[in-house]
């Protein structure tokens, strides 16, 4: 057999042998990927998912407040994965359909709002590289655009909150510096990073001030310490009160109810 052949015979064994080994490899992260998947089928989604999923249900015309509330209780209170619960929110943000992502948002901003530890998770799950990727990609409807640089613009200036998580307000320079334009800043994003607790639930803000009405009982009775809670209670109110306007369908007919109510309060 000539030196020739020989050479050819050699170098067809060398891609024969190169060629299984890639195969192989290729079999094994097929395989390994397979697994994978059938071992989240078997297990199904986790508690946290299940609520992410209902409060961003395609279904849901609007965010439900109560549900979204619920989940922030149970996160301060520890009955759920602060972490689940925001890669949950996390999945839903990278589906590509608009109603979830903006459900998504809703959710992550109300979370974010009311659980102090809401933010070492976002930045630990690194949510805002999906925000950022829902703000890049040009399929996303202005909406949903707009909801991702609005938190992302009031994350990124409350430097004096979130010093400790330098993620936001890098984020936020990297998209001004890039020349991306944020929409004009409304009521809703100049609230407090943080809300504030309610150690008062609403109704028992509303009945003493009803009383205060019926007796005529002047403001200074109230303690500096009643007054500050007074005020946060209201201030948390005005605040989802803006957000279900901005976000309901039918915001003109819930306009001028709320119109009517106020007339009739100041008619009393």
Not at 46 to 69: F, G, I, R
Not at 195 to 209: C, F, K, N, Q
Request: proline residues 4%.
């Amino acid at each position: 057999m000539s030196d020739n052949l020989m050479e050819k015979v050699s170098a067809f064994g060398e891609l024969l042998k190169t060629g299984g080994a890639e195969v192989g490899r290729k079999m094994s992260a097929g395989m390994s990927s397979m697994s994978f998947k059938v071992k989240e089928l078997l297990q199904g989604p986790n508690q946290e998912d299940k609520l992410v999923e209902d409060a961003t249900a395609e279904t849901l015309d609007e965010p439900d407040w109560a549900m979204n509330l619920d989940i922030c209780d149970m996160i301060n209170h520890e009955k759920v994965s602060s972490v689940e619960l925001i890669r949950g929110i996390k999945k839903r943000i990278m589906i590509k359909n608009a109603r979830v992502q903006y459900l998504a948002l809703m959710l992550l901003e109300t979370c974010a709002k009311n659980c102090e530890k809401a933010f070492s998770e976002v930045a630990a799950e690194r949510v805002l590289d999906e925000m950022v990727k829902l703000i890049d990609d040009p399929q996303t409807v202005v909406n949903n655009r707009n909801k991702a640089l609005l938190l992302i613009e009031a994350w990124g200036e409350s430097t004096s909150e979130l010093r400790y998580l330098p993620v936001f307000e890098e984020t936020y320079k990297s998209l001004k510096s890039r020349g991306i334009r944020f929409p004009g800043r409304d009521n809703e994003s100049l609230v407090p990073i943080f809300t504030p607790p309610r150690s008062v639930s609403a109704p028992e803000v509303d009945a003493s001030l009803t009383h205060q009405i019926q007796h005529d009982i002047p403001l200074q009775s109230f303690t500096a310490e009643q007054t500050k809670e007074a005020f946060d209670v209201a201030r948390n109110s005005i605040e989802l009160l803006a957000t279900v306007l901005s976000s309901s369908p039918q915001q003109d007919a819930l306009q001028v109810f709320l119109i009517s109510q106020v007339l009739d309060l100041q008619l009393i």
